[in-house]
C-alpha cells in the first residue's frame, strides 16, 4: 500500500515562538494536501510533536516523532516511529546532548544510536537517521563543503537515507551516482523542509 508520506516537517517559521501555533491547523493541512504519515522534526527539540500527536487522533494522519539535529556535518533528521517514539526519541536527545542552538558531533550521534536506551534495546532497533537536505551547501554532501568527498559519503553510508529536497539533484544522483561514485549505494528519500504551519506539499 502506498502512503502519502513528509517526513521532514517545522511546527513554525520560529520553533521557539508560539504566538500562533496551533496544532489543529497543522494536521489540518497536511491532511488538506492529502499526507497520511507526518513526522514532525523541530530543529533540536521536541516542544510540539506531543501537541501535533494529541490533534491527529482520531484523524487519517500518522505522526511520527522526530527532530532535526545540528551537527558539524551539516543537519540529521532522527525519526523514531511507534507508540513509545517520543519518548526514546526525548531519551536519545539527552544521551547525545542536543540543546536549542548547539551542535552535536556527528561521530556521537553515529556512536550513541548504537548504545542501549532504557528498556534495554540499542538505539538503533528504533532511530530512523537522515541526512537532512543533503543536496544544499553546508549539509553533509552539500558543495563546498572542506570535507573531502570520500569521507563525505562514509558518513551518508552510516545512516539510513539521504534526503534531497531539490528535483535536479535527484535526477542526477539516480542516473549518475552520488556525487558521481556509482558505486555508492544509498537510499534517497525527498522531502519538504517545510517551516509553515500551513504546510505546502513539495513531496
Known amino acids: 500500500m502506498w502512503r502519502n508520506c513528509d517526513l521532514h516537517l517545522h511546527t513554525t517559521p520560529n520553533e521557539q515562538d508560539d504566538t ?35 490533534a491527529a487522533e482520531g484523524t487519517a494522519l500518522e505522526v511520527i516523532p522526530g527532530c532535526e539535529i545540528q551537527t558539524e556535518q551539516g543537519h540529521i533528521v532522527v525519526l523514531v516511529p511507534g507508540e513509545t517514539g517520543l519518548v526514546l526519541l526525548a531519551e536519545y536527545l539527552q544521551r547525545v546532548g542536543a540543546t536549542a542552538g548547539g551542535t552535536v558531533q556527528f561521530d556521537r550521534l553515529i556512536e550513541d544510536s548504537h548504545t542501549l536506551c532504557s528498556d534495554g534495546s540499542p538505539f538503533s532497533r528504533h532511530l530512523v537517521l537522515i541526512g537532512a537536505h543533503v543536496d544544499r551547501n553546508g549539509s553533509l554532501l552539500g558543495a563546498g563543503s572542506p570535507v ?56
Open 148 to 203: 573531502p568527498v570520500d569521507t563525505q559519503l562514509q558518513s551518508a553510508r552510516q545512516l539510513n537515507a539521504i534526503e534531497v529536497v531539490g528535483d535536479p539533484m535527484i535526477d542526477q544522483w539516480l542516473s549518475g551516482g552520488v556525487k558521481g561514485h556509482l558505486d555508492t549505494k544509498l537510499c534517497l528519500m525527498r522531502s519538504s523542509d517545510s517551516h509553515s504551519p500551513v504546510l505546502r506539499s513539495r513531496t
Open 20 to 54: 500562533e501555533w496551533d496544532p489543529a491547523v497543522f494536521v489540518q493541512s497536511a491532511l488538506d494536501i492529502g499526507l497520511t504519515v507526518a513526522a514532525v522534526t523541530d530543529h533540536n527539540n521536541v516542544y510540539h510533536v506531543s501537541d501535533v500527536v494529541a
